[in-house]
């Protein structure tokens, strides 16, 4: 919990919590870049 007021109080919450979303991502979705290049069809 210390590390996170550090955080706060040096001013980089901003950073802190993109990275941590993309750790998140990351851990949740480990194949997520593979289905970017996928094109799905949609009906017309």
Same mark, same amino acid.
């Given at each position: 919990?210390?590390?996170?007021?550090?955080?706060?109080?040096?001013?980089?919450? !901003?950073?802190? =919590?993109?990275?941590?979303?993309e750790?998140?991502?990351q851990r949740?979705?480990?194949?997520? !870049?593979l289905? =970017?290049d996928?094109?799905?069809?949609?009906?017309?």
């Amino acid at each position: 919990m210390l590390d996170v007021r550090g955080v706060f109080v040096n001013g980089t919450w !901003e950073e802190y =919590q993109v990275y941590r979303i993309e750790c998140e991502n990351q851990r949740l979705y480990p194949h997520r !870049e593979l289905l =970017q290049d996928l094109e799905y069809p949609l009906p017309v």
